[in-house]
């Protein structure tokens, strides 16, 4: 048996007083892709953090590919796509240099970068058509081509772990078959995937299985499985009409 890419067990994560994660656990194999699901509140964010190792819970253990999150950090094995919100759009940095920003885990303390890391660079544009926009400030891209330029850092960066946050949120069509595009070329080449996303129509033909999360893992599963209305209704506290229910 494989060892799993993400194995987290029992997370329990506090904010103050705010319980975010209670007793989460979660494992994610190579190759697979994974849809987190679940309401505004519900810990995904935390629980993305704590994969990465860039919050320590109050309780649980997270392992990488067998290792501490700290560990696949350093080997530039972690990929981390963040929602729009927590990026400084007016940074001045291109959307070349937010890809390379990749490669950093594999260059030395001068951070120079190699005809390796260059090359995956410029590999990682044309993958997610972004060639024509290297040298552009990163907050002059639409939504769509912002969302690429980051999925591009994690090619670029060859992480074995990627994890989504809303990468699908304000996006054009055009870039949403792309991102999904990729994602299932990287899944295919060995990465485990791990997506937060609202797109509960899309996530069953994306992801290979599905987590219903409300501070604790509900269920995990296929997609078509996690997202039946009854089992939605677990997360989200919707109430679910039964068929010859009245509307």
Not at 75 to 92: H, K, L
Not at 158 to 178: C, I, N, Q, W
Not at 203 to 208: G, K, N, Q, Y
Request: charged share 20%; net charge neutral.
């Amino acid at each position: 048996m494989s060892t799993p890419a993400i194995d987290a067990v029992d997370l329990t994560v506090r904010y103050g007083e705010v319980l975010a994660l209670d007793g989460a656990s979660l494992q994610l194999n190579p190759s697979r892709i994974c849809g987190l699901v679940g309401m505004n509140g519900s810990g995904k964010s935390t629980l993305f953090k704590a994969i990465m190792g860039l919050l320590k819970p109050e309780a649980g253990t997270v392992l990488i590919n067998g290792g501490s999150p700290a560990k696949a950090r350093k080997a530039a094995a972690i990929g981390y796509v963040p929602q729009s919100e927590e990026v400084d759009w007016s940074f001045p940095v291109s959307v070349h240099d937010v890809v390379m920003m990749g490669r950093y885990g594999h260059m030395g303390f001068t951070r120079r970068p190699s005809t390796t890391d260059k090359l995956a660079v410029d590999q990682a544009l044309e993958r997610v058509e972004l060639t024509g926009y290297a040298h552009r400030q990163i907050g002059q891209l639409s939504g769509g081509q912002k969302k690429r330029a980051f999925v591009a850092r994690g090619i670029a960066q060859d992480a074995t772990v990627l994890l989504l946050d809303e990468p699908f949120a304000g996006v054009d069509k055009r870039s949403e078959a792309t991102i999904t595009r990729l994602l299932r070329e990287q899944a295919a080449a060995g990465a485990a995937i791990l997506i937060s996303t609202h797109d509960l129509h899309a996530l069953p033909d994306l992801a290979d299985e599905a987590v219903l999360l409300m501070r604790k893992v509900l269920m995990h599963g296929d997609p078509r499985t996690v997202l039946r209305p009854e089992n939605l209704a677990l997360a989200f506290g919707l109430d679910v009409l039964v068929r010859g229910d009245a509307a």
